[in-house]
Each structure stands twice: as C-alpha cells, then as structure tokens.
C-alpha cells in the first residue's frame, strides 16, 4: 500500500479537542498530514497517551511510519492574579511589579518569577498578554520593579510577559517539563521540541536526559537564541522557527529576513526545519485562508522549509480536515513552480569533503541527468538520507531502514518517503530490494531507474560509499 506524498515539503498537525478521534486522525493523515505534535501546554497525560495510541494503530493501518512530536511547555513567564478582575491602564501611568502573593491593583500587580527582578534594568521592557501592553522599567531593586505604561491597554490574571530586550537567567526546562518528558519518551514520542531555547547548553542538557531515545529540535524564539543561532543549530536534530513569541520579542519586520536566514542556516548544516505559528491562522473559524496567510505559506516553501505546521487550526478550529488539506494544495501548487526548483538548486551548497557528502551531491546529479525516479537511501542512523535531502533533488527520496525509530524521525524531512525493513545483505540485495520497495510504494514504474545509495560494510552507521544505478 503505497502511502507517498505527492509533494517535497511535509505538513505538521498539531492535536487538541478539534482533532483527537480515530476518524478525525485518519482523515488529518488521509489529507496531507506527514507529523503530528502534541503540545504539553495543554491537555492531560490521558488525552496524550490516547493519541499516541491512535496514531500508532494508524501507522499499522497504512503501513507508513508517523511521526510524533512533543512540545515542552517551557518556562512560561505570568503574571499573578488581581483582587478585582481585568485592570484598565492608562499611557503614562506607574505600575509596580513586586513578588507579593497579594492579589493586584491598577497601583501594583504580583510577578512571582524572582529571575525576572535579577535581570530587570532601566529602560527596558515588559510586554504583557503578546504585547498587547507594553511597559517600559524606569526603577528596580531586588524586590520590585517600577514601570510606565508605553502602549495602554487591559490587563488580567495570568497574562504571559515577554521581555524582548532582557535575558533572563532561566532554565529552558521546568519541574512539569521533566515530568513531561519521563512521560512523552514512555509513550515513544520521535521528537522532543525544547521552547524558549536561549543557548546551545539547553539543547545539550536536554539530549543528556533523552540519551538517544528521541531526536531533539530547539524551538527559537527568543531574540538571545539568534545571537547564538549556528551553534543551537549544531547541537539540535531539528529546528523549529516559533514566529509567534518571536514576533512579540521582535519588531515584527524582522522576522521574515530571519526565517530566511534560519532556514538556510539549516539546510547548510543538513538539519530539518518547521516553520509555524499563525500560518493559516483565519481557517481556525474560516473554512478558507486569507490570501496573505497562503502567500505566507509558499513563501516558507520557497524559502526551502522541511515541513510546515497548524497549530490552533488543526488542534482546536472549526476546519482541522480543511486546514490540512489547504496546506496541502498550497504545497504543491509552490513546488509545481519552476521558479521553486531554480531557488532549490541555486541555494545548493558545495558538498564537504567526505565521501558521504560526494557520493549524496553525486546522486542528485545522476537523477537528474538520468531522470531517474527517486533516490533511494540505505540507512541506520539517518544520516545518508538527511545528506540526500539537503541536496533538495528534483526526485524523491525512498528512505530504506532497518531502524523504525529513524523511519518515523525522518518522516519530517523534505523529501523522505521512509519505509521500515530488513537492511541488505549483499549487492544483489541492495538492488533487489531498492527496486521491489519502489515499485510497492509508488514511487517507481517498470522501465524507470533508480539512483541507489548504500554503504560497505552494509549494516556499518555512516559509512555511505556505494552509488548504484537500476533499472526497474
């Protein structure tokens, strides 16, 4: 049963009350859907532990490996609560923040983070409720912060605060984020997103605690991460451009340069990337999308992103099924452009001196030289293929592994269509194998060629070293 995507760029769908049934999961999947993200902002470990069930009797059904992906909430920055409900301020008012348990007043609101007062200076910001109030430091101590209102507005309990031109001295991971994380990695997640990275040592202390049983993706969205971006990028499996904090930290015209340079960053250093927040965001109670929000979309996919994501409009919209299948349209109405395929091959990259990087640049030109019908990849760890992938071929690329773990983990890279068996055993194998695969998953008709990479000894991690050409 062949599962293939007609398309390059993959789709990420994230779960919530609008998308947690059997058939509304098989429809996501039956639409376009290539990943799917359990946000741990919300929702109980029951709600979580049914969807990894489903999915996984879903992977069954189609036989066609899914991906899961939990997301940490991360220190989450509030403020506390108010003695009378929602508090009106005015332009050029004085509010003070203190670390009192007392409920707030429109004089003084509780803020019970102490790393925000450490890191607190004069002249800087404070963005409540993503910006909507803006308030500017004029004074602090060890236990209180004096502000003026910049940008008046309203005010309640709990309302998030950004602070875009402060570091803070904070922990990416909480007390809930480690209990989430024993729990996510139990239930056998593929991939483990890290919110509010800062530095390279968060994505190091998280793939301690992960020791291998998943990859890792660093969620940038602090403007601290961008100073630090190569080296977050080098540490990390996978990279995830959250638009949404970064726009409220950021003027928000610096964010589209940024998710290009993001992105490239990623594909030089052969890293999957998600772009998400807000990409179809009216379709949450719309069944179709603004014209800006498709346009943002393709410009991600020109921009040359692995996958894109749906957050509240798969999870929580009116139009989960219709979201998926807009995104989907989109896609390949973007990848149907030559324009698309001269940005993919202009922005290539001269491959390392390594022979994994030769043998991969060297399969992307034989397939277009051949008009091959895909690449196919013999893999353990991954790594030949993601080499493939950052090629960005004009074909696909059939991932073939003996690890199901991989299989399911590079279902969010460009391109992949990875299937999970028994890894070859000799030459004749390697090709047997290739061309039966193919055929069985659609990517491959009798009479077409295949550009077939593997390594010697087969079996052996990280020894690509063979380029083969078959006819089907």
């Not at 997103?193 to 049983?213: N, T, W």
Request: charged letters at 25%; glycine letters at 6%.
């Amino acid at each position: 049963m062949g599962m293939h995507r007609d398309r390059f760029t993959k789709i990420v769908a994230t779960l919530g009350p609008a998308s947690s049934s059997p058939e509304r999961l098989k429809a996501l999947f039956e639409a376009g859907a290539d990943v799917f993200r359990l946000n741990f902002s919300h929702g109980t470990p029951d709600d979580h532990r049914q969807r990894v069930d489903m999915l996984r009797m879903l992977e069954k059904e189609y036989r066609h490996p899914v991906a899961i992906l939990m997301d940490l909430q991360g220190p989450k920055l509030r403020l506390g609560t108010f003695a009378k409900g929602p508090v009106e301020l005015a332009k050029g008012q004085r509010l003070r923040l203190d670390m009192q348990a007392t409920p707030g007043t429109d004089k003084r609101v509780p803020l019970p983070h102490p790393e925000i007062f450490k890191a607190a200076r004069p002249g800087g910001l404070l963005l409540i409720d993503d910006g909507k109030v803006r308030l500017r430091i004029v004074a602090h101590d060890d236990d209180t912060i004096d502000t003026e209102v910049e940008v008046p507005g309203t005010i309640s309990d709990r309302k998030g605060v950004n602070l875009p031109n402060l570091v803070i001295p904070l922990s990416a991971m909480t007390a809930k984020d480690h209990r989430d994380l024993t729990f996510g990695l139990s239930l056998g997640v593929d991939w483990v997103a890290l919110s509010f990275v800062q530095h390279a040592v968060d994505i190091a202390d998280l793939k301690k605690l992960v020791a291998g049983r998943a990859a890792v993706m660093a969620k940038l969205e602090k403007p601290a991460a961008i100073d630090h971006l190569d080296e977050i990028i080098e540490q990390s499996d996978g990279i995830m451009v959250a638009r949404g904090d970064l726009g409220v930290e950021m003027p928000p015209e610096a964010v589209p340069p940024l998710q290009k340079r993001i992105l490239a960053a990623c594909r030089v250093a052969g890293k999957p990337a998600i772009v998400a927040t807000q990409m179809l965001d009216s379709m949450v109670h719309s069944p179709t999308p603004t014209r800006a929000e498709a346009s943002d979309v393709a410009t991600a996919v020109y921009d040359g992103t692995d996958a894109v994501m749906l957050s509240a409009e798969s999870a929580s919209g009116d139009y989960p099924v219709e979201a998926v299948t807009m995104m989907d349209r989109i896609l390949k109405s973007v990848e149907g452009d030559p324009l698309y395929r001269k940005l993919m091959d202009a922005s290539r990259r001269e491959p390392d001196a390594t022979t994994a990087d030769a043998i991969s640049a060297a399969a992307r030109q034989c397939a277009h030289t051949l008009s091959a019908a895909a690449i196919v990849t013999y893999t353990n760890t991954g790594s030949t293929t993601l080499r493939a992938a950052r090629e960005r071929p004009d074909v696909r690329i059939l991932c073939l592994t003996p690890n199901l773990d991989t299989a399911r983990r590079l279902t969010l890279a460009w391109g992949v269509h990875a299937v999970h068996g028994a890894d070859a055993h000799n030459f004749g194998d390697m090709v047997a194998r290739a061309v039966r695969v193919a055929r069985q998953e659609g990517l491959a008709k009798e009479g077409e060629r295949l550009v077939i990479t593997a390594g010697v000894p087969f079996g052996t991690p990280g020894a690509t070293n063979i380029l083969r050409i078959a006819y089907v």
